[in-house]
């Protein structure tokens, strides 16, 4: 599988393992995941990898994860935060755009702004 988009070349190499190229800044990256990638996608500056148990969201300086139906982690790569979220129902949804983060459960929608 291999995506193209804004300056950016993304292959899926192997079954878990997910080179993103750089080619304005000429870098590479590797992103290896425990769970065979089932699904990637790239729209508007984020990257969403679907795997067979998580769901992970990629977009400029944060990497948004959700590992369990009702945990998200947040990891803000260039303050070196992480945050974890625990929703009382099951995330149904999740969107990172526009330093913006929409989750949706079941019973309720959360909005959250970047700082």
């Given at each position: 599988?291999?995506?193209?988009?804004?300056n950016?070349?993304?292959?899926?190499?192997?079954?878990?393992?997910?080179?993103?190229h750089d080619i304005l800044n000429e870098t590479k990256e590797e992103l290896d995941f425990r769970d065979r990638v089932v699904d990637m996608s790239l729209a508007y500056g984020s990257m969403v990898v679907t795997t067979n148990s998580q769901c992970f969201v990629y977009q400029q300086n944060m990497d948004v994860t959700l590992a369990e139906n009702n945990t998200i982690t947040v990891h803000d790569?260039?303050?070196?935060?992480?945050?974890?979220?625990?929703?009382?129902?099951?995330v149904v949804d999740m969107s990172?755009?526009?330093?913006?983060?929409?989750?949706t459960t079941n019973s309720q929608c959360f909005v959250y702004q970047q700082n």
């Open positions: 599988c291999f995506v193209y988009q804004q950016m070349d993304v292959t899926l190499a192997e079954n878990n393992t997910i080179t993103v790569i260039l303050n070196e935060t992480k945050e974890e979220l625990d929703f009382r129902d099951r990172l755009a526009y330093g913006s983060m929409v989750v």
